[in-house]
């Protein structure tokens, strides 16, 4: 698709549970980004990934969370033990390099109970 | 620490009026601005930007005018329409190509 796509577009987990969210970015985007809004909230920087450059990591909340980028494309985030505060929705946004203007993808919603 | 701060959480404008949106921030770094805009449901989709080399950037009924010596800036849409009711955010980013950050957001009311 020409958009940036993330899977699933909602999910509910149980607390405790590992969860899985996934980006496809634009086509020959090379920067990706993660965010998250809680209710109410702006927009949580998590994670920036730039190319082969080492991920920028200062956003995420805690260890449980991690993310990875393979192949310069798709990327994973990964939460590890969740808990009821992680509930939130997930952006993920790529750009060109070089380019400021990111793109977002729909979000994933997710809802741990 | 909030380095872009939105401090006006809604602002509710007649159609057809001007709506003007808020924004200041503190790093001495940004010289990349941009302003997003979102729908319930949706991702922020990208509306207009501005390098701080500008003091303003106009794009149909949206203009971004930038401050740096106030660190501030902001959006202006005239005229308002209903169809512009939606969260507004700030973004801002040290120099192009770095990571982007976001204000709390803005939401914008426009009535009919």
Redesign the interface.
Same mark, same amino acid.
């Given at each position: 698709g020409a958009g940036?796509s993330q899977s699933p577009s909602n999910k509910v987990t149980e607390k405790g549970k590992d969860v899985e969210l996934r980006c496809d970015p634009i086509s020959g985007h090379t920067?990706l980004?993660w965010?998250r809004q809680s209710l109410g909230?702006? /927009?949580e920087?998590l994670i920036?990934f730039?190319g082969n450059s080492a991920p920028?990591k200062s956003g995420l909340p805690s260890d449980r969370f991690s993310a990875e980028r393979t192949g310069g494309s798709v990327s994973t985030l990964t939460i590890q033990r969740t808990q009821q505060e992680d509930s939130a929705v997930y /952006?993920c946004?790529s750009?060109l390099?070089?380019?400021?203007?990111?793109?977002?993808?729909?979000?994933t919603r997710l809802t741990v109970v | 620490d909030q380095q872009v701060k939105q401090n006006s959480p809604s602002l509710s404008v007649q159609e057809g009026r001007i709506s003007i949106l808020n924004c200041d921030y503190t790093n001495s770094m940004f010289d990349y601005f941009l302003w997003y805009k979102k729908y319930p449901a949706e991702g922020p989709t990208f509306l207009i930007s501005i390098s701080s080399i500008k003091d303003k950037n106009e794009d149909g009924r949206f203009t971004v005018f930038l401050n740096k010596s106030a660190k501030h800036l902001s959006l202006h849409i005239v005229p308002s329409q209903p169809g512009d009711s939606a969260v507004y955010f700030c973004a801002a980013s040290p120099y192009y190509g770095n990571k982007l950050v976001f204000g709390a957001g803005t939401i914008l009311r426009v009535k009919s």
């Amino acid at each position: 698709g020409a958009g940036v796509s993330q899977s699933p577009s909602n999910k509910v987990t149980e607390k405790g549970k590992d969860v899985e969210l996934r980006c496809d970015p634009i086509s020959g985007h090379t920067a990706l980004y993660w965010y998250r809004q809680s209710l109410g909230q702006g /927009l949580e920087f998590l994670i920036y990934f730039q190319g082969n450059s080492a991920p920028d990591k200062s956003g995420l909340p805690s260890d449980r969370f991690s993310a990875e980028r393979t192949g310069g494309s798709v990327s994973t985030l990964t939460i590890q033990r969740t808990q009821q505060e992680d509930s939130a929705v997930y /952006l993920c946004a790529s750009s060109l390099e070089r380019a400021a203007e990111a793109f977002f993808g729909q979000g994933t919603r997710l809802t741990v109970v | 620490d909030q380095q872009v701060k939105q401090n006006s959480p809604s602002l509710s404008v007649q159609e057809g009026r001007i709506s003007i949106l808020n924004c200041d921030y503190t790093n001495s770094m940004f010289d990349y601005f941009l302003w997003y805009k979102k729908y319930p449901a949706e991702g922020p989709t990208f509306l207009i930007s501005i390098s701080s080399i500008k003091d303003k950037n106009e794009d149909g009924r949206f203009t971004v005018f930038l401050n740096k010596s106030a660190k501030h800036l902001s959006l202006h849409i005239v005229p308002s329409q209903p169809g512009d009711s939606a969260v507004y955010f700030c973004a801002a980013s040290p120099y192009y190509g770095n990571k982007l950050v976001f204000g709390a957001g803005t939401i914008l009311r426009v009535k009919s």
